[in-house]
Nanobody, 124 residues
């Protein structure tokens, strides 16, 4: 299983970016999909999560500015997005996607998979 994250970049404060993360491989099903971020010298923190049923939750620091979503179509259902609006310099971090995956080799026991991270830099 691989998670490929993309969409990071440099943006001015107040701007927007859209991150995406596509999971591929021998996937039976995916439960929750999440975005974490890690700023320099800081611990990794949960930014947003979406369950397979579509329920979402957000860190207080991003509520009202970020929106997490999952594709629903058959060919793209293993893709999660993070729409980030009204970006602030403190949003600068490497953003990682995470997924709770059941593979065909392990249908009953899910495993945690991580993407490679994508850098978001917000200038003031």
């Amino acid at each position: 299983v691989q998670l490929q994250a993309y969409g990071g970049g440099l943006v001015q404060a107040g701007g927007s970016l859209r991150l995406s993360c596509a999971a591929s491989g021998s996937i039976f099903s995916i439960g929750a999909m999440k975005w974490y971020r890690q700023a320099p010298g800081e611990q990794r923190e949960l930014v947003a999560a979406v369950t397979s049923a579509g329920s979402t939750n957000y860190a207080d620091s991003v509520k009202g500015r970020f929106t997490i979503s999952r594709d629903a179509t058959k060919n793209t259902k293993n893709t999660v997005h993070l729409q980030m609006n009204s970006l602030k310099p403190e949003d600068t971090a490497v953003y990682y996607c995470n997924a709770d995956v059941r593979t065909y080799d392990s249908v009953s026991v899910p495993s945690d998979y991580w993407g490679q991270g994508t850098l978001v830099t917000v200038s003031s």
